[in-house]
């Protein structure tokens, strides 16, 4: 059987290829374990062409997006594979969304088609979406549970027995490597998602750098805690799997307990995750009481890293090898990384040096280099900056200038070696357990509610999450909202993780002569 490391992945252009060409290179190594089912290569070839006739069936055309929306699973793999096989874009939708979140995304991508679950941890997805409008989407089809506006999974794929293998085979040829492999949601400062286009090679070609430079193997065994919504479970996650041939081992909830009990149990050695996810082990005493002697990679990042985490991983957790990285959908979900041998002060104090073939640095407001030890705005040039936001002309060119420069507007500091270290967020975003909180989108939904008449969100320090979020309510005239109730909302009409964890009803926000609200008084405030 060939190594891994014996072709680059990126030549096959897309990643239907990708995982044809891998189900006969690894054929009889096991690509997934999902509880309870053993699913090799060669079979994972057969069940993606299989899921592609389905998606050609239902009338999928080349370039139509596809939502997906449900948990960590084989199905969730197999789904995305089979329309990005049919020529369809991918469309992840997060599990921790409400019902607008949700049909915000499929309206504004026009997605013709949703594949998800009937149920996941108490949200019915189907029900979510009953008041959407959502003029595009033609049907919904469930792997997991029953609903009667849904077709089965079942049932999906045997009405695909109508197209015969070769019509899916040519179709899948004819995927050319530039075009759209899926379009992944991010929200920023105006409060309005942004859909980050990217094709099918720079997802490989960023992936096949990010799989060398952890050392990602054959014989490896990768749990993923990662959502498959985010770059990280998707990309870094089964995506990189199927690229080296490694098991991929998919997680549906995070449960400190359960993990630790698979990576013993299920000889895990792959455990990327948020800084949160070491601390939460190293946090918990039972922790000892696991077989952690298979652990050997820790990819983080998305949150500060400290040197102690770093040592404490190593040391007490038994990884031999800690990375480091930075990335953002824009850039494809990665653009620096730090590098095997790297000393504990260099992972913790940065977040490593551009990947191959990837620019990156720090300029001035004129868009100039800053002198190395000088913070700037981080820029990135190259084969991984997205190919634009989704129907979203201007907020592209604001984003990517006329030399292809990507904007990020985050501010940091590269040394004479290259190496990066982020010191601010763009502008007020914040980082809890890994997901990207934007203010503006917070803020924008909590006016919703009857009761406020302004607030102001800020991200405060949190020991496990990084950072979480502080709304600063200004009620309506007559109105005494109590923030157990504001809380309570909150949690009713937005993803748990843009859910502020602090709320203070206060009689007016500070502002400016322009009227702007003062988020560093709110900082002080609280004391950060």
Same mark, same amino acid.
């Given at each position: ?124 997805? =189907?029900?979510?979406?009953?008041? *959407?409008? /959502?003029? $595009?989407? %033609? ?5 997991? @549970?029953?609903? #009667? ?46 859909? =980050?286009?990217?094709?099918?090679? *720079?997802? /490989?070609? $960023?992936? %096949? ?5 952890? @050392?990602?193997? #054959? ?310």
């Amino acid at each position: 059987m060939s190594d891994a490391r014996d072709f680059r992945p990126s030549s096959l252009g897309t990643i239907p290829r990708l995982v044809q060409d891998s189900s006969r290179r690894f054929a009889g190594r096991v690509a997934f374990e999902d509880q309870g089912r053993v699913v090799r290569f060669d079979e994972l070839g057969a069940l993606a062409l299989q899921a592609s006739r389905a998606f050609i069936a239902a009338g999928l055309q080349p370039g139509d997006r596809v939502g997906v929306w449900g948990p960590n699973s084989l199905e969730w793999v197999i789904a995305a594979v089979g329309l990005q096989s049919a020529g369809g874009v991918l469309v992840p939708l997060n599990t921790r969304f409400k019902g607008s979140e949700a049909g915000y995304n499929l309206r504004k991508s026009g997605a013709r088609l949703l594949v998800t679950v009937e149920e996941f941890v108490g949200a019915r997805f =189907v029900d979510l979406l009953a008041d *959407q409008e /959502l003029p $595009a989407l %033609e049907g919904i089809v469930t792997w997991e @549970g029953s609903h #009667a506006k849904a077709e089965s999974w079942k049932g999906f794929l045997a009405a695909g027995e109508s197209i015969s293998e070769d019509a899916a085979r040519e179709r899948l040829l004819a995927v050319q490597p530039g075009d759209l492999a899926d379009v992944m949601f991010t929200s920023g400062t105006t409060g309005n998602p942004k859909g =980050v286009m990217t094709g099918h090679e *720079q997802n /490989l070609r $960023a992936f %096949e750098s990010w799989s060398e430079v952890v @050392g990602l193997r #054959a014989e490896d065994r990768y749990l993923i805690v990662n959502p498959f919504f985010h770059a990280m479970g998707y990309k870094a996650g089964w995506l990189a799997c199927i690229m080296r041939g490694a098991a991929c081992l998919p997680h549906r909830v995070m449960d400190v307990s359960e993990v630790l009990q698979r990576v013993g149990e299920e000889r895990v050695s792959v455990l990327p995750g948020v800084p949160s996810l070491y601390q939460s082990f190293l946090m918990d005493p039972a922790h000892r009481d696991f077989d952690l002697s298979n652990l050997r990679l820790a990819v983080t990042g998305a949150a500060p890293v400290s040197v102690e985490l770093v040592r404490r991983i190593r040391e007490e957790l038994g990884f031999e090898t800690v990375i480091t990285g930075y990335g953002l959908t824009e850039a494809t979900g990665i653009a620096t990384m730090c590098r095997d041998g790297d000393a504990p002060e260099i992972i913790a104090n940065s977040s490593g040096r551009a990947i191959p073939d990837v620019e990156v640095l720090c300029v001035d407001d004129e868009g100039k280099e800053v002198p190395r030890g000088e913070p700037g705005e981080v820029v990135v040039r190259g084969y991984n900056v997205m190919r634009g936001y989704y129907d979203d002309e201007d907020e592209t060119r604001k984003t990517i200038d006329d030399a292809g420069w990507l904007h990020t507007g985050d501010i940091g500091v590269m040394d004479e070696n290259g190496y990066l270290d982020i010191t601010d967020r763009k502008k007020d975003m914040f980082i809890m357990g890994g997901f990207n909180c934007y203010p503006a989108e917070i803020e924008g939904l909590l006016f919703e509610h009857p009761e406020v008449a302004q607030v102001a969100v800020i991200g405060i320090p949190d020991e496990r999450m990084g950072e979480v979020g502080a709304a600063f309510v200004v009620p309506e005239p007559g109105a005494r909202p109590e923030p157990d109730a504001l809380h309570a909302w909150c949690r009713e009409h937005m993803a748990n993780y843009k859910v502020p964890r602090r709320i203070e009803v206060i009689g007016e926000l500070p502002m400016n002569a322009m009227g702007k609200v003062q988020k560093f008084r709110l900082r002080e405030r609280v004391g950060c």
